[in-house]
């Protein structure tokens, strides 16, 4: 399953999308590397020319791509004889309210190489290939229509270009501009202000952690317009509920009091199905929050037309309705796997019961939203048979905690630390845990 959110910008150019926040430009980097603004510019395509012949990355079949920590940070191998290049391309600030689409190549092979871009308009980090006294084309053999920018890049060595976005190119160079190892750890502190996983958890053969940054720095960059379609307004619920938690964004309320009639008018219907309307309902109820009392009032009456219930809470209605949709954010649904609002004033940690890949495993979650207010960090260690469970919530204090691991086990305590019995936990996973504190 492809969890990665392609943007297409025609019929055939889809990837992933960069930029940075607070400027309009944005681009999609397709998975060679080739890069194309959203604003009808030109793209950039980049080419190798190595000790056999000219590379055209989009017409490699020795090409890998991937996301620095699952931030808008791409990095793209091509592999020519004896080692690989990689290109790295990212968006960065600078000097002067500036910015640029960076692009760094490394030749990662014993041969010296030359780089080639299709466009004259970068700063660049060395002196650069230019016509020779007779004229001659500076990148020989390469039958592209623009004249390139042609770097030479030496064996095991580095060079950087940049397109400048916005500033004026003679008062900045390419040194201004921020590093793409920096700009990785912005996007992924960004992801963690809503919430942080170190678990093993794997999907498609990559971390969970990392595409939950995937996620959430898509929705960031390009997030799902407001939109009377029944589905459309669920996506949006639910982006608008990580815009929120990532600190972007406040809902307007107007907009939101519209999802929740076009979600429940479609439900009505059966234009929707009703998992997907609870899901879209329940992001609705966090947006709300609890300073909307009234308006979560008239919530409840919407989902209880929608499960055919008067009598059961919210947030039970919206937990019991919700768990077969297939629309919820990759993010929603392992949270889901750690805490939920079971019912009102009723939160479970791993309602599921423990994964059988994480008998043994020690893991931990930070700044999970359950509910409408709550928020919940958690980590789990290993002593012997038991799970050692140290734990903080905050939001009210009327609540109480389970286990969907140790039926015996509750609490009402908003921080503590406790050993739940796990069934079938294997020998090799008896261990004793680390001292661990959220302090």
Not at 102 to 107: I, K, S, V, Y
Not at 215 to 222: D, G, K, P, Q
Not at 293 to 307: N, P, S, T, Y
Request: aromatic share 6%; proline share 5%; glycine share 6%.
């Amino acid at each position: 399953m492809k969890l990665v959110k392609t943007v297409t910008i025609d019929a055939v150019v889809q990837g992933r999308t960069i930029g940075i926040l607070g400027q309009p430009w944005r681009a999609t980097v397709t998975p060679a590397g080739d890069v194309y603004p959203w604003d009808d510019g030109e793209a950039v395509k980049w080419y190798v020319a190595a000790d056999d012949r000219w590379h055209i990355p989009a017409d490699e079949v020795a090409v890998r791509q991937r996301s620095i920590d699952g931030a808008p940070v791409l990095e793209t191998r091509v592999r020519i004889p004896g080692g690989d290049v990689i290109q790295r391309v990212w968006v960065a600030t600078g000097r002067l309210g500036s910015s640029a689409l960076m692009m760094e190549f490394e030749n990662d092979s014993p041969m010296a190489i030359a780089i080639a871009i299709d466009r004259q308009d970068l700063l660049v980090s060395r002196p650069v290939a230019v016509r020779s006294a007779a004229k001659e084309w500076p990148a020989p053999g390469l039958d592209i229509p623009r004249e390139p920018t042609v770097i030479p890049v030496g064996h095991r060595t580095s060079v950087r270009a940049a397109l400048v976005i916005s500033g004026s190119a003679p008062e900045i160079n390419i040194a201004d501009f921020a590093d793409w190892t920096a700009v990785a750890r912005g996007w992924v502190s960004l992801s963690e202000r809503a919430s942080r996983f170190t678990i093993p958890d794997l999907r498609d053969s990559q971390r969970i952690d990392e595409l939950i940054v995937v996620e959430r720095t898509e929705i960031a960059l390009n997030p799902a317009s407001f939109s009377d379609a029944p589905d459309a307004a669920v996506r949006w619920l639910l982006e608008e509920r990580e815009l929120k938690r990532m600190d972007l964004k406040e809902t307007d309320l107007v907009e939101l009091s519209g999802a929740v009639e076009t979600i429940s008018r479609a439900a009505k219907r059966g234009r929707i199905a009703k998992s997907d309307a609870l899901t879209g309902l329940k992001a609705a109820a966090y947006l709300l929050g609890m300073a909307q009392e009234r308006a979560l009032v008239d919530l409840r009456k919407v989902v209880a037309k929608i499960v055919g219930s008067k009598k059961t809470s919210l947030m039970a209605m919206l937990h019991t309705g919700s768990h077969e949709s297939h629309m919820n954010l990759l993010v929603s649904e392992v949270e889901n796997e750690f805490a939920e609002m079971s019912d009102d004033g009723v939160m479970t940690f791993l309602p599921g019961g423990m994964l059988p890949e994480r008998l043994g495993v020690q893991f931990e979650v930070h700044g999970i939203a359950v509910g409408i207010n709550h928020r919940v960090s958690f980590a789990v260690r290993w002593h012997g048979q038991n799970a050692a469970v140290i734990w903080e919530v905050s939001g009210s204090d009327d609540v109480e905690l389970r286990s969907g691991v140790d039926a015996t086990w509750s609490s009402t305590s908003a921080s503590g630390e406790a050993l739940w019995r796990v069934e079938n936990v294997p020998e090799t996973a008896f261990a004793i845990s680390e001292d661990l504190s959220f302090s």
